[in-house]
C-alpha cells in the first residue's frame, strides 16, 4: 500500500471502530443504516477538515490534534442534526466520551502507523 493512502485508511478504519463499539456498547441496532448514519457524519467532517488544514499533506501533531478536535465537534453536530439526538446535558457527555474516545483511538494508531512508516 502506498504510504500516501496508510494514513487516511487507517484514519477511516479508527472511525468505523469507534462507530461499531459505540453501537455495541449502547445496545443499539447494527443496521447498515444505523453503522452509516453514526460513521458518515465523523469520517465526512474528518476528511473534510483535513482537506482545508491540508493534514496529509503538511502533517504534525498540531495539525492533526486540530483535525480531531474540529471534526469531532463537527461531526457530533452533523449527527445530532441529523438524528435528532442526543440532547441537552447527554450531548455534552457524548461530546466528551467522542472526543476522548476518538482521541485515545487516534493516538494509538497514528502512534503504530509513525513506526510502521518509519520501517519502510
Not at 453503522?35 to 503538511?58: E, Q
Not at 465537534?73 to 472526543?99: K, Q, Y
Amino acid at each position: 500500500m502506498p504510504e500516501n493512502l496508510l494514513l487516511p485508511i487507517g484514519d477511516g478504519a479508527v472511525f468505523l471502530v469507534f462507530t461499531v463499539v459505540g453501537l455495541i456498547s449502547h445496545k443499539d441496532k447494527f443496521t447498515p443504516y444505523h453503522i452509516l448514519v453514526n460513521f458518515i457524519p465523523l469520517t465526512l467532517s474528518w476528511f473534510l477538515i483535513a482537506v482545508i488544514l491540508d493534514t496529509y499533506g503538511k502533517g504534525g501533531a498540531v495539525r492533526v490534534a486540530a483535525n480531531w478536535l474540529l471534526a469531532v465537534l463537527a461531526g457530533v453536530a452533523v449527527r445530532t442534526w441529523w438524528v435528532g439526538s442526543p440532547n441537552g446535558r447527554d450531548l455534552w457527555v457524548f461530546l466528551t466520551v467522542a472526543l476522548v474516545t476518538n482521541g485515545a483511538f487516534l493516538l494509538v494508531w497514528r502512534l503504530a502507523a509513525s513506526r510502521l512508516l518509519v520501517r519502510r
